[in-house]
């Protein structure tokens, strides 16, 4: 499961992935920020279309691992309702060598940002703004 509606458990992430043979690990948490483009944001609610955003996470996940053999990796993205400071994505790329693990984690947040359909609306003092899944920040 890629998705979920709960609080993000990173180090149950960690757990999933992590084999005798690895030297590191890199966990990669997002969270919600207090700006965006000059605007106050004082939560965010995220939305997908599960079965497309599973689907898309899950072949992300092969991809990479294809990519970067001797590294696995795990990733779940939090929907709903976050305030500031929660995380709303965790990513965890564990491998030999610290090089690998650096780079398939980048791999893994640079592709679902372009690719998944997740998409959040910003509130804060202002209002609120749906800011669409591509090309977002």
């Known amino acids: 499961m890629f998705l979920t509606d709960a609080p993000l458990d990173p180090r ?4 999933r ?3 005798a043979s690895d030297g ?3 966990l990669f948490e997002g969270v919600v920020r207090n700006h965006h483009h000059g605007k106050a944001v004082t939560s965010i609610f995220y939305d997908a279309y599960r079965p497309m955003a599973e689907k898309e996470l899950a072949r992300i996940v092969r991809d990479v ?6 590294t696995a990796v795990a990733v779940q993205h939090r929907l709903g309702q976050l305030d ?3 995380s709303s994505i965790a990513i965890v790329a564990a491998s030999p060598h610290r090089a690998e693990a650096f780079a398939a984690c980048r791999a893994l947040i640079d592709r679902i940002k372009e690719t998944v359909p997740i998409w959040k609306k910003e509130r804060g003092p202002d209002g609120e703004e749906w800011v669409g899944w591509q090309g977002r920040s």
């Open 12 to 15: 149950a992430l960690v757990a």
């Open 17 to 19: 992935v992590m084999r």
């Open 24 to 26: 590191a690990y890199v």
């Open 65 to 70: 691992e294809t990519e970067f053999p001797e």
């Open 84 to 86: 500031v400071g929660e």
